[in-house]
């Protein structure tokens, strides 16, 4: 069974603060991942997706993957209240025998930002 | 763009009614997605359309329906529901045919379900 952990939190941190969101996967053999942020009875909205060993900057949000220790993060610099959301991690499945991969999701954090 | 559509926005239905929900985009997408979201719980896949073919089925129950008229368009069919079934009914699409890792889900604004 393929999996993706994240803690479900919540995460509680003061405004303008680093929020550091972590997600590790089962799976060695995976190869690109995604954050998704999802406000409450909303659907999930991309961040940002990685492929590649290291760092990723967009903004204030930074992915983070180290495929040798199965886990990605996602850093938020500079917190807002509008940053109050649940966090989803996925993982991109490959599909063999099929035209099509999946992602496969964690069980998302909450991510809450106190003014 | 990268918009998907879902119509309608909120669903009430009784369990022997039958309904369609239904999904567009057009950003050129060749895959589309059908999942299915509990309160608290991540996106949970159902069907994938791979230009215009059924790809997967995640063993589904038969009172949902898949149906890809065309490119643009996904519909999934409802009939006989449970009231187990009411959820956030999500649609996603994503281009196909790209390096496999950089295929990339963009999520429509759902279809949130009551079965009564």
Known sequence: QKEVEQNSGPLSVPEGAIASLNCTYSDRGSQSFFWYRQYSGKSPELIMFIYSNGDKEDGRFTAQLNKASQYVSLLIRDSQPSDSATYLCAVNIRNYGGATNKLIFGTGTLLAVQP | DTEVTQTPKHLVMGMTNKKSLKCEQHMGHRAMYWY????????????????????INESVPSRFSPECPNSSLLNLHLHALQPEDSALYLCASSQVGLIWIQETQYFGPGTRLLVL
């Not at chain 2, 299915?36 to 790809?55: G, T, W």
């Open chain 2, 36 to 55: 299915k979201q509990k309160a608290k719980k991540p996106p949970e896949l159902m069907f994938v359309y791979s230009y215009e073919k059924l790809s």
